[in-house]
């Protein structure tokens, strides 16, 4: 065999403009045969756990890196000796170390591009693939971490010549788009409508990094504040979730990498702190008639089968008073110096998992009938718990709740999701003693916190919004006459 059969894939980005990823289990060994699709390995990113398909069918030759190792975008990780020696045209595109590569690439795309555009989003950027030159040593390495984001299309956030080529030319393919079955398979993941995406590959197939490029491009205009949170320390992360050592004779320190979903969450919060100025504010209510109404709907045949709580009832209220209050879903645009209200509501639900704490959201969740939010909640956190959440749905989110009561805890003050302009934060709901018409009674009480940003969020609209879920809650029958 020649060096010309042996292909080498190399680590991805799966569509979240990340730089690294660590690698969490081989699937293969040197010696299997793998088809093209394939699942080799499973790698988690700051935001998600996903599983990679290999683009070739073959046999491994070699891994080059071990389970625990994080390698960067763009590095080979497996090779695979390809029957006949040769291997898709549009999978090689990422493996062109050429120089020349990059000024040649737009002369093989079609003259006309059309937008890219996928489920949330409009493409602003260019598709454009980039060569990333490999990094022998330290040096050379902190060096190639500025163009790795740009590696297979995902430079979105930096401007590049071509950038204003990439809206130049309407598109709405009529025929249905050309794919292999693994690129359709990798679009359904990431929520990515084919239609929608320029494609790249010989008689205008589209290919993986078609897909790659377009989820990129398309989340990017989301940063609000990509700078900050990129150069964030990631140290404050510790002391968020403190791991205690087994067992006291173990040794007087543990160290814990910090890196993955806990290195990304630190990042964006350090961020968010330092860039958007938060308030909080605090209001304690008698939620026992909604703590009945829960009951009520659990007994309810629209609601067989879905996870009735009071965060269904929660979030319901939160959304109507978003409805009543519009101008408190928005985000602050810093180039622009502009505030962007948005007329649709991504509820994002944090949730607590193995690996740290995501966010993913519900999607237009303002449309949503109650047994369809329900449906919803459920889902998003089943996913979550088993690790499954794809990087898409914790894209675009607009207003968050944070559900501390969970673990027992009355209060807190949320920092913002990086890029909205409100959380609600819920604190445990218990027995208290209320003046409950003229009486001093046992009633069910809670305590809410709504933590905005100051430069979009006046106190007057915060006080408005966070007095408006404080109502319906008290009296859950506003849901019906506010709605």
């Given at each position: ?72 975008v763009g ?20 493996a062109?170390?050429a120089?020349?590569?990059e000024?040649?690439q ?15 989003g ?84 589209v290919?993986r ?13 989301q ?60 209001v ?80 237009d ?31 675009g ?9 969970v ?26 003693p ?18 905005f ?6 106190g ?24």
């Amino acid at each position: 065999m020649t060096n010309a059969s042996v292909r080498e894939f190399k680590m991805p980005d799966v569509g979240e403009g990340l730089t690294e990823a660590e690698i969490l289990k081989w699937f293969v060994q040197p010696g299997d045969t793998v088809t093209d699709g394939q699942a080799v390995c499973e790698v988690e990113t700051a935001k998600a756990a996903v599983e990679l398909p290999i683009p070739y069918d073959g046999v491994v030759r070699a891994l080059h890196f071990p389970e625990g190792t994080t390698v960067d975008v763009g590095t080979s990780i497996i090779a695979v000796e390809v029957a006949g020696g040769a291997a898709p045209a549009q999978e090689e595109a990422p493996a062109a170390p050429a120089p020349a590569a990059e000024p040649e690439q737009p002369a093989e795309q079609p003259a006309a591009r059309q937008p890219v555009l996928v489920g949330y989003g409009v493409a602003t950027s260019s598709t454009r693939r980039r060569p990333r030159k490999q990094a022998q040593d330290p040096a050379a390495r902190q060096a190639a971490s500025a163009v790795q984001a740009e590696l297979n299309g995902h430079g979105a956030a930096p401007a590049a010549p071509a950038v204003p080529a990439a809206p130049a030319a309407p598109a709405a393919p009529a025929q249905r788009p050309l794919a292999k079955p693994p690129v359709r398979k990798l679009a359904k993941d990431l929520g990515v409508d084919l239609a929608t995406v320029v494609p790249t590959g010989p008689d205008g197939v589209v290919t993986r990094e078609d897909v790659h490029a377009a989820v990129a491009a398309a989340q990017a205009p989301q940063q609000t504040a990509p700078a900050a949170q990129q150069a964030a320390p990631a140290a404050p992360a510790p002391a968020d979730r403190p791991a205690a050592p087994a067992s006291y004779d173990s040794g007087r320190e543990t160290r814990i990498p910090v890196k993955g979903v806990r290195k990304a969450t630190a990042a964006a919060m350090v961020g968010s702190a330092f860039t958007a100025p938060h308030v909080t504010e605090f209001v304690t209510v008698d939620v026992t008639r909604t703590m009945k109404l829960v009951e009520e709907l659990k007994q309810d045949k629209e609601f067989a089968g879905l996870r009735v709580n009071p965060l269904l009832l929660i979030a319901k209220a939160l959304l109507v008073a978003i409805r009543r209050n519009p101008d408190i879903n928005a985000s602050w645009d810093e180039a622009a110096q502009e505030i962007v209200v948005k007329h649709y509501v991504n509820l994002g639900i944090a949730a607590a998992t193995p690996r740290g704490l995501i966010v993913p959201n519900i999607k237009d969740a303002h449309a949503r009938t109650l047994p369809e939010l329900a449906a919803s909640l459920g889902e998003l956190v089943s996913t979550a718990r088993e690790g499954k959440t794809s990087p898409s749905a914790m894209q675009g989110g607009t207003v968050t709740i944070t559900n501390v009561g969970v673990f027992g805890v009355d209060t807190g003050t949320p920092i913002l999701n990086p890029g909205e302009s409100a959380i609600l934060a819920v604190g445990a709901i218990k027995p208290q003693p209320w003046v409950h018409k003229g009486k001093v009674k046992p009633r069910q009480v809670t305590t809410l916190a709504l933590s905005f940003d100051h430069r979009l969020v006046d106190g007057e609209l915060g006080s408005k919004v966070l007095a408006d879920v404080a109502a319906i809650l008290e009296q859950p029958k506003r849901l019906i006459t506010w709605a």
